[in-house]
T-cell receptor, first 119, second 111 residues
């Protein structure tokens, strides 16, 4: 099993260009996530998909769109890239997502990341 | 909204010294997970704590969840160069989509 895969690994964009980051998982997980990681800021959730056919905003969704293409794939799109979107982007998946207090949560499995530079 | 403060931000130790990172919250945490990210790598799950006062060990790593479930710690005994990386705590907040990562503690180990 490959786990969580992401493409591309690196990308340089000019301001205003668009691109789509691809993510796929082969663990039959229900939930998928997109994070960005900036120095000193930790990991911040952009969007998530609790199950196939659903997507929801996370902490920092502005400037991004997502598509849960099927159970395996979850893509992140930048319609008009800005320098502030320079970051490392991680996709993750988990078996399920439960937010009921007191119940255990599933492990998140991360992809290798995409390093994006917007000039 | 709920926040998780992680301290310290950086820690430099001599190989063989101990290391501790803390996650603190002003509100009760439902549970907490710990992740490790090696330089240039991606976060990897270490452990999950659910019960008040819970203590779990993995070789030289000891994880604790406070009695009030408002804080947690990760302690490494006798650090090795392989421990280098950034350690994050993660809390699933009370509302859907409220995933809260601590900002991480970056550990460097001098041989």
């Amino acid at each position: 099993n490959a786990g969580v895969t992401q493409t591309p690994k690196f990308q340089v964009l000019k301001t205003g260009q668009s691109m789509t980051l691809q993510c796929a998982q082969d663990m039959n997980h229900n939930s998928m996530y997109w994070y960005r990681q900036d120095p000193g800021m930790g990991l911040r959730l952009i969007y998530y998909s609790a199950s196939e056919g659903t997507t929801d905003k996370g902490e920092v969704p502005n400037g991004y769109n997502v598509s849960r293409l099927n159970k395996r794939e979850f893509s992140l799109r930048l319609e008009s890239a800005a320098p502030s979107q320079t970051s490392v982007y991680f996709c993750a998946s988990s078996e399920a997502q439960r937010f009921v207090l007191g119940r255990s949560q599933e492990t998140q499995y991360f992809g290798p990341g995409t390093r994006l530079l917007v000039l | 909204g709920q926040q998780v403060m992680q301290i310290p931000q950086y820690q430099h130790v001599q190989e063989g010294e101990d290391f501790t990172t803390y996650c603190n919250s002003s509100t009760t945490l439902s549970n907490i997970q710990w992740y490790k990210q090696r330089p240039g790598g991606h976060p990897v799950f270490l452990i999950q704590l659910v019960k008040s006062g819970e203590v779990k060990k993995q070789k030289r790593l000891t994880f604790q969840f406070g009695e009030a479930k408002k804080n947690s710690s990760l302690h490494i005994t006798a650090t090795q160069t392989t421990d280098v990386g950034t350690y994050f705590c993660l809390n699933y907040g009370g509302s859907q989509g409220n995933l809260i990562f601590g900002k991480g503690t970056k550990l460097s180990v001098k041989p």
